[in-house]
C-alpha cells in the first residue's frame, strides 16, 4: 500500500492511497472538508463526500502526469516503470506542479 498527502495551495486536504488490491481511494481531511470556505481539490472530487474510491488511478490525478515521450524520459531517470502511474505521481508532483494541487509521498 502506498499513500501520498495531498495539498492545496499548501494546505493539507487529504490523503491518496493506492491499496493492496490496485484501487485508489483520495480522503479529504476532515478539518478541509469541514471547512465551508475551502473548495474541493477538484470538479470531480467534490466536497460532496468524505472519500473516494475508483478502479484506476482518479483521472484529475492522472493527469498531473507527463506524457509521451516525457514520460519515458522521465520513468527512465527516476527508474520507475512508466506504466507505474501512481509511482510517477509520487516521484513528480511534490513541488512544481501546474495548479494548486502538489503531491507528497508519505513514508
Known amino acids: 500500500m502506498r499513500k501520498a498527502e495531498v495539498y492545496r495551495n ?3 486536504a487529504g490523503v491518496l492511497t493506492e491499496t493492496d488490491s490496485s484501487t485508489y481511494v483520495f480522503t479529504y481531511n476532515e478539518a478541509y472538508f469541514n471547512d465551508n470556505t475551502k473548495s474541493g481539490i ?3 472530487l467534490p466536497k460532496k463526500q468524505l472519500e473516494y474510491t475508483s478502479e484506476h488511478l482518479f483521472p484529475f490525478f492522472y493527469n498531473m502526469l507527463s506524457e509521451g515521450t516525457n514520460r519515458v524520459v522521465q520513468s527512465k531517470q527516476l527508474k520507475i516503470d512508466e506504466n507505474d ?4 505521481l509520487l516521484a513528480t ?6 495548479g494548486a494541487i502538489t503531491v507528497k509521498p508519505i513514508k
Request: glycine letters at 12%; a negative charge.
Open 42 to 44: 477538484s470538479l470531480t
Open 85 to 88: 502511474f501512481f509511482g510517477l
Open 93 to 98: 508532483a511534490q513541488f512544481d506542479t501546474i
Open 10 to 12: 499548501g494546505v493539507l
